[in-house]
């Protein structure tokens, strides 16, 4: 059964609770970096069952999740209550071939653009952070939540990426 849209906020802002969503961001590239530094190319693009993403499409979705986050931010600061539009991942990584990418510059297309986004984070004024988006799955998002969401987006695809290193290690052993 599907997730609805209200139970993926909860799941993904649980990872995060309490926390500082800017923190968690400004490390991620970083912590992605450590855990695949020494894996193959073939190790990289291992899929770890039917349907799960490897260890490289999920570098290649969160670079192109990181661009759907700063238009919807970018949105949400200059006309605050514009529609902000899904996108649907499994799509994107079919189109845009995300099996085949190179999980290494993936990830450091993602650093640049995180890089990016957070510099415009810290510059904006502090009532910018309540400008809002409708989302149109999940309604009423303001940047605040939107920061919070990449967060927990991050969190549960840098657990994905230990899941995999961890199983890629055992399959090593046998």
């Avoid at 409708?134 to 309604?139: K, L, N």
């Avoid at 990449?150 to 055992?170: C, M, P, S, W, Y």
């Amino acid at each position: 059964m599907a997730e609805t849209a209200q139970q993926y906020t909860q799941r993904i802002l649980g990872h995060v609770e309490g926390q500082d969503a800017l923190k968690i961001q400004s490390a991620t590239a970083g912590k992605l970096k450590k855990l695949i530094h020494g894996l193959t190319p073939k190790q990289l693009k291992w899929q770890p069952g039917p349907g799960k993403w490897s260890i490289a499409e999920i570098l290649a979705h969160l670079a192109d999740a990181e661009i759907a986050g700063s238009w919807r931010m970018r949105l949400s600061v200059s006309a605050s209550g514009t529609a902000l539009a899904p996108f649907d991942q499994d799509s994107w990584a079919a189109e845009f071939q995300y099996q085949k990418r190179d999980a290494k510059k993936s990830l450091e297309t993602f650093r640049v653009l995180r890089e990016n986004n957070l510099t415009m984070l810290k510059m904006l004024p502090r009532e910018s952070w309540e400008r809002y988006g409708m989302h149109q799955e999940r309604g009423r998002e303001t940047v605040t939540r939107i920061v919070q969401m990449f967060a927990g987006h991050d969190r549960n695809h840098v657990l994905q990426v230990e899941q995999i290193v961890t199983e890629l290690k055992k399959k090593r052993k046998k």
